[in-house]
């Protein structure tokens, strides 16, 4: 028997605009978050989405919409979490909500900007 043979996986895939020197922060706070929810086996990954700074991205018109200028410290990346939890996964949009609360505010202290879900996986995934 493994460590997660008795535990539901979920998955979360979010496009995320995250300044660099947040990073090390947000990966921190998501698997503390994920762990203090009961989650086991957190992986967290973030990595900078190439070109995603385009004007056509979604994160990045949404940020000149709110901001009327571009973001120049913030980049997009996009961040996978997987988590194991034993017995039963809280409901997706609960661990999508604790994963996107982790996330740093925006300039005008409003929640950081992202898009994405979580899904669960099944066992063989």
Do not use: I, K
Not at 13 to 41: C, F, I, K, S
């Amino acid at each position: 028997m493994t460590p997660h043979s008795a535990s539901v996986p979920t998955a979360t895939d979010m496009n995320v605009l995250v300044r660099p020197d947040r990073r090390d922060a947000l990966l921190d706070a998501v698997d503390a978050a994920l762990t203090g929810l009961g989650a086991t086996g957190v992986e967290v990954e973030l990595r900078s989405v190439e070109s995603a700074c385009e004007p056509d991205n979604m994160l990045v018109a949404d940020y000149l919409q709110r901001f009327d200028t571009p973001p120049v410290g913030e980049q997009v990346h996009r961040l996978t979490v997987t988590a194991h939890w034993p017995g039963a996964a809280p409901a997706t949009a609960d661990v999508t909500r604790a994963v996107a609360g982790c996330l740093p505010s925006a300039p005008d202290g409003s929640p950081g900007l992202w898009f994405g879900q979580t899904t669960t996986l099944r066992s063989s995934e």
